[in-house]
C-alpha cells in the first residue's frame, strides 16, 4: 500500500518561506510525475507545480519566480520551497503522485496559512 504523507506547512507572515516535504512509502514501482496541488476554501483543487520523472517542470504562472519543486530523490521524496509568500497563498497543499502503470496517489494535505 502507498502512502505519501506532506509536512513543512504552518503560519507565516507575508513575504516568509516554507518548504513543504512529500515522502512517501510502500511500493510504487515506477514515478511519472510528483507534483503539488493546493486548494483554499471555496475553491477547487489546483495545481501549483510537478515535476516528470525526467525532470521537466510545470509551474502556476502565479508561483513562478517565488516557489521552486525539487526533482525527486532516490527515496521519492519531493519538496517544494516557498518564497516570498502572500495571504492569498493560504491553503491546504497536497502531494500526488502519477505511477508509470497508472494509479494516482493523493497526500493527506498540510496546511499553509500566510498573515498579513
Known amino acids: 500500500q502507498v502512502h505519501l504523507v506532506e509536512s513543512g506547512g504552518g503560519l507565516v507572515q507575508a513575504g516568509g518561506s516554507l518548504r513543504l516535504s512529500c515522502a512517501t512509502s510502500?511500493?510504487?514501482?515506477?514515478?511519472?510525475?510528483m507534483g503539488w496541488y493546493r486548494q483554499a476554501p471555496g475553491k477547487q483543487r489546483a495545481l501549483v507545480a510537478s515535476v516528470s520523472s525526467g525532470g521537466s517542470t510545470i509551474s502556476a504562472d502565479s508561483v513562478k519566480g517565488r516557489f521552486t519543486i525539487s526533482t525527486f530523490d532516490a527515496k521519492n521524496t519531493l519538496y517544494l520551497q516557498m518564497n516570498s509568500l502572500k495571504p492569498e497563498n493560504t491553503a491546504v497543499y497536497y502531494c500526488?503522485?502519477?505511477?508509470?502503470?497508472?494509479?494516482?496517489?493523493w497526500g493527506q494535505g498540510t496546511q499553509v496559512t500566510v498573515s498579513s
Open positions: 500526488k503522485v502519477v505511477s508509470t502503470a497508472g494509479p494516482i496517489y
Open positions: 510502500g511500493s510504487i514501482f515506477s514515478i511519472n510525475t
